[in-house]
């Protein structure tokens, strides 16, 4: 009953903006690591050094309070892209300054991104084990 | 100039791509934010693990290394370096060397906007 | 002293009415069809405070303030007030009343707490115990999103099912007295839980309980909903509100054609982008103050049924996967001061 009553996302509305948007940003992405490149940056650094950009960019659009603006439309096009883990780390950041620079900043920071960190990490170590006991590297 | 259009093309649909799919775990399940992020950079050390995401990345470049998949791949190309450089040791060192320039953009990156900012309303 | 009819139902024995009310909103409730009922309508939602908690508590001065100069009276002249907000220990009434110098009883029922607030005012004033009593609650969509959701600047994309907690406040001022709109009788709500997890959807969590209390005054009162002319609950949203006709359906109750939700009026749903509709504490306080008690007072609306719902969530039973109880008082305001019964 609770299902029948309540309307699913809007799917042709949401897919597009998804698509469109995560696809500019990865765009955009192309674009720093061609431009960092063309700097003479060192050619493994390139992408690092684009993704540390969108990290940072993010962030700032974060501050203004657009991030949440486009990601409405956006939907995973903003989530997904590391744009999306920069959103989690500045939003909590920048809310609970009001709770003071060490237990709020400093502390709720990772309330969304530190999962991420936490089971990359752990899958990282799961890997690490399976190919050090299989001697796959 | 039609190398560089195409290499842009291939990131765009690429990185779009990657994007629907998590555009579609919003629409057909009940996973949170926070477990979507977790989910694909768990699926991006697997997928590099298996050999699968460095071909991708080859291909489409941003498009792959931009989302947070790549991100995964960064953590799971970490632990190889390391383990092939240090042995046992390189299980724990890796997963947080290759990653360690994102990590700390974010934290840096978040730490001034939050100096700067403040938050706003929702219109 | 009120008089206890059926199971859960209280008649009251003076002749009590609501002397004075107020409304206070922000820039987004400014832009909904009420605007022009509000009191105050402050565009800024900082409320020129210095965090979104103090913004909450600004605006329930703000709110008592103005209800009290609406009745021509001072905090002197209020015995008690019944407060509460959605604020883990009540912060938002608690420091917007704490200059006040009113003895405080501050109340927990999610966005239910007006309807709580004015039901035990009305016992107490009923039962000649105190002469003058006071119900205010509120809510704050900043406030509210950080302790229940997400950071403000995160950008979640919200479910359609999803409701808009109303930055808006309301208060009422209750007295024995000779002018509409009189206060009748009231219903307590009981817990009811049909299981529903969604916190994303707590319209269909609390339809359950608005059921449940409608259905016990209709028995305990031996009315039935034709004798009404709206029955209004406080935030079930669309989803909600279809959910709650449907379910008294199945009883053999059409409320249908006399149901009307807070959450529903107090936002343009097609122009402005709340979803399922609004919620909080604030939302059907302030649709109290705005709409329906001026409606009361002029006659437009005779006799109304006043239900607010409150889902008992926390953050906490969210996180450990617990179905979501809601709660539903029920207040009945007449035009009139007899009938019916």
């Not at chain 1, 990601?71 to 500045?90: H, Q, S």
């Not at chain 2, 950079?41 to 498009?63: C, H, K, M």
């Not at chain 2, 931009?66 to 092939?84: E, K, S």
């Not at chain 3, 605007?35 to 508590?57: M, N, R, V």
Request: with cysteine; net charge neutral; proline share 4%.
């Amino acid at each position: 009953m609770v299902k029948k009553a309540s309307p699913p996302s809007k799917i042709a509305a949401t897919l597009p903006g998804a698509f469109l948007i995560g696809g500019l940003i990865c765009l955009l992405g192309q674009m720093l690591i061609d431009g960092y490149a063309a700097l003479g940056v060192e050619q493994k650094f390139c992408p690092v050094a684009a993704s540390c950009t969108l990290v940072a960019l993010s962030a700032l659009l974060t501050g203004l309070n657009v991030f949440d603006n486009i990601a409405k439309y956006a939907g995973a096009g903003t989530l997904v892209p590391i744009t999306g883990f920069a959103n989690a780390v500045a939003s909590p950041a920048l809310e609970f300054k009001t709770e003071g620079m060490v237990l709020g900043v400093g502390a709720k920071m990772f309330l969304i991104a530190g999962p991420v960190i936490v089971y990359g990490v752990a899958a990282g170590v799961l890997y690490g084990l399976i190919i050090w006991l299989f001697g796959l590297y | 100039m039609s190398v560089i259009f195409l290499s842009y093309l291939k990131a765009f649909v690429v990185g779009g791509l990657i994007c629907l799919v998590g555009q579609l775990l919003i629409d057909f399940t009940k996973l949170t934010p926070a477990r979507i992020l977790v989910a694909f950079v768990v699926a991006g050390v697997f997928l590099s693990g298996l050999g699968l995401y460095q071909p991708l990345i080859d291909f489409a470049g941003a498009g792959a290394t931009v989302p947070l998949t790549g991100f995964g791949a960064t953590i799971a190309r970490g632990v190889r370096d390391a383990v092939r450089e240090y042995g046992f040791m390189g299980i724990l060192l890796g997963p947080l060397t290759a990653s360690a320039a994102g990590i700390t953009a974010a934290m840096i990156a978040g730490l001034i906007v939050s100096l700067v900012f403040k938050s706003g309303d929702k219109s | 002293m009120a008089k206890k009819q059926g199971k859960q139902t209280y008649l009251m024995q003076q002749c009590l009415t609501v002397r004075a009310w107020a409304a206070v909103g922000s820039k987004k409730e400014g832009q909904g069809p009420l605007a022009s009922g509000f009191d105050l309508i402050e565009p800024d939602s900082t409320f020129g405070q210095d965090s979104w908690e103090k913004a909450e508590s600004r605006m329930v001065s703000l709110t008592a303030d103005k209800a009290l100069s609406n009745a021509a009276l001072t905090y002197e002249d209020i015995d008690c007030i019944f407060a509460g907000d959605l604020l883990n220990q009540c912060v938002g009434t608690t420091f917007g009343l704490r200059d006040s110098g009113i003895p405080l009883f501050g109340l927990y029922g999610a966005c239910s707490t007006m309807a709580e607030g004015m039901l035990l005012a009305s016992l107490l004033v009923d039962s000649q115990t105190v002469r003058r009593a006071m119900a205010v609650t509120s809510s704050h969509f900043c406030t509210a999103e950080r302790q229940y959701r997400f950071p403000l600047e995160y950008g979640s994309v919200r479910p359609p099912s999803a409701q808009w907690t109303a930055t808006a406040s309301g208060a009422v001022v209750l007295e024995e007295g000779n002018q509409p709109p009189y206060l009748r009788a009231v219903t307590v709500g009981t817990v009811e839980d049909l299981g529903v997890t969604d916190q994303n959807n707590m319209g269909a969590a609390m339809a359950p309980a608005a059921a449940a209390t409608l259905r016990r005054f209709f028995t305990d009162t031996n009315t039935s909903p034709e004798q009404f002319d709206l029955i209004a609950t406080g935030d079930l949203g669309a989803i909600g509100s279809q959910l709650l006709v449907e379910l008294l359906q199945r009883d053999g109750i059409d409320i249908k054609s006399r149901h009307t939700d807070c959450g529903l009026l107090i936002y343009d749903r097609q122009k402005q982008d709340v979803h399922s509709g609004g919620s909080g504490c604030g939302c059907s306080a302030s649709v109290l103050g705005s709409y329906l008690l001026p409606s009361l007072r002029d006659g437009k609306i005779r006799n109304l049924l006043f239900m607010p719902t409150g889902a008992l969530l926390s953050p906490t039973t969210v996180q450990q996967k617990e179905s979501i109880p809601g709660i539903a008082h029920l207040v009945w305001l007449s035009h009139e001061k007899e009938g019916i019964l």
